[in-house]
């Protein structure tokens, strides 16, 4: 039992570390990201907890500059948006859950409050996993 409490105690200790060491970066290398090594990171966002179980959050890849360069104005004129090698959108999104109630005859989410809270909190932790990933 003992073994196993410093195994857990170790492990806490470089998780923690790594997170007191997290930064976040706004210059980038003019090179793009290897598409292997996209996905992979998308897969850890959807590997994070799930606040109901539903995943209620979409993923847009923004690659056109156009739609780029609004999305930084709308921002505050972030240089980043157009400067980052891929600009990932998080959006808390009902409509597959609300279809799937739909499908299932469990009658639409009428918009409830708790429903927004839920997708809210499910794609700030799938978003927490990709950028800490």
Partial sequence: MLA????????????????????????????????ALLAQILECGQAASSSSFIQAY??????DRDNRQRIARAAGDQAW??????????????KRVE????????????GYMEHFIAATVDVALMAQNV???
């Fill in 4 to 35: 196993l409490q410093h195994l857990l105690f170790r492990i806490m200790n470089e998780t923690m570390r790594g997170m007191r060491q997290h930064v976040s970066v706004r210059q980038f290398r003019d090179e793009p990201v290897d598409s």
């Fill in 58 to 63: 979409s993923v847009i890849r923004v690659s």
């Fill in 81 to 94: 948006v157009l400067a980052a090698p891929e600009f990932l959108v998080f959006c808390a999104d009902l």
């Fill in 99 to 110: 279809h799937c109630c739909v499908k299932q005859a469990q009658g639409a989410l009428d």
């Fill in 131 to 133: 950028v800490g990933g």
